[in-house]
């Protein structure tokens, strides 16, 4: 029973990923999109923070729904809208491939090596994170095809 126990209760190994909120875990989410425009079909990955999966995917779907916000407005902007109803998401989730709370940078690496490199060289976004946790930071795409 013991050695269940420490099994259980061992910190996984690896370089272990930065705290940013209280209560909150990384998720690495692998996902499915097409592009609205051209059709093609891509895999994307994302890091979130969240309690638990079913949050880490609301964030997704808020991170998503500001960049159309911003894509939009810039648009707008741009003269290449009319108005809010001329505009098309400039991708769509097809699936949910997977997301995967993950503990080390290591686990991290071995879903999609770009994404640890982002996170990395921008201090895994603390400081964004702590201000707005129902972000996204993409890393790699992956067209398939």
């Not at 990955?45 to 997704?60: M, S, Y």
């Not at 916000?69 to 491939?97: F, H, I, N």
Request: with cysteine; glycine share 6%; aromatic share 6%.
């Amino acid at each position: 029973m013991n050695i269940l126990k420490r099994l259980i209760s061992r910190p996984p190994e690896g370089t272990p990923l930065p705290d940013i909120l209280p209560a909150q875990h990384w998720w690495v989410a692998e996902r499915r999109m097409q592009n609205t425009r051209s059709g093609e079909v891509f895999r994307i990955f994302e890091a979130v923070i969240a309690p638990d999966k079913a949050i880490a995917r609301a964030h997704l779907a808020a991170a998503d729904a500001q960049l159309d916000a911003v894509l939009m407005k810039q648009a707008l902007r741009r003269g290449d809208l009319v108005d809010e109803y001329d505009w098309t998401p400039a991708s769509r989730e097809l699936a949910c491939l997977q997301l995967t709370r993950v503990k080390t940078e290591e686990q991290i690496a071995a879903l999609d090596p770009a994404l640890l490199d982002m996170l990395k060289e921008h201090d895994f976004f603390r400081a964004d994170f702590a201000g707005t946790p129902d972000m996204a930071v993409g890393g790699g795409v992956y067209p398939e095809g």
